[in-house]
């Protein structure tokens, strides 16, 4: 039985663990090649785009897949909808894994805004101190606003910045204390991230709780319509279950 995992996540790699030792099943998995990744033992790697959900679709029908987790991030809006589209093309079996998102406890100084170009304007024209954890590839946004900026990502940027922006390599997971001592030393007041979700990347939420510093966060875009879990184990039984009726 061949699965295709669709990854970019902490929690795609887990599922891929969980699978190795299963007998018979044979595991695909797909990364977009943006950012250096480990391999996951036990399966196959292949890494870059398919080429559309029409690529996506060929690869479907030439690999015999019977089964494709979408386990991207949930911003990754098109490779999910790519991922529907192909699946249902090709008549196979698909299932997104994705973290349910950050919820909007009482008492933290949320303010929602639908996408990143809506940051400058929830932002304001008096200058801040920004800290941007919203990725490395969308800066655009940013380029003619008066903030002062510190941007952390995985790998560095290589699009157009603003003036007055810093970067921050690094990758978490990251804790509350090291969160809030890079906040204070940076005399941080405000927040922008991604509603990503999980426990990996949340200290930032804490420490910005803890400090009192308001949050900019950026909404889920909306995604087709699929079957979803949020946890490796009920993936985990979808898949017995979608074999099984194989
Ligand atoms: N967006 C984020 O904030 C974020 C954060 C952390 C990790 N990631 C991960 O980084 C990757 C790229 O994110 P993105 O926002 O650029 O995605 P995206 O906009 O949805 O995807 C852009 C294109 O990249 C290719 N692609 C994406 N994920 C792929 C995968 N797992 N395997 C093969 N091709 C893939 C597809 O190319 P084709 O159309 O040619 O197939 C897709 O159309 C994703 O795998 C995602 O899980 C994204």
Redesign the pocket.
Known sequence: MNILI????PEARLLCNALANIPDIHITF???G?TPALHPPGATVRT?????AD??RAFLEAQAIHAVIDA??P??????G?AVAAARLASCPLLRMVRPPWPDPPGRNWHHVPEIAAVPDALGSRPRRVFLST?R?ETAPFLDTPHAYLLRCIVSPDTLLPPHIRILQARGPFSPESERALFRDERIDCLVT?N?GGMAVSAKLEAARDLGIDVIMIDRPPLPPAQECHTIGDALIWIQDTLRAV
């Open positions: 669709l990854g970019g996540t797909s990364f977009a943006v870059g785009g398919f080429g559309g690529g996506l991207t991030h911003f990754a809006a098109r490779m999910s790519n990725g590839k991604k990503a």
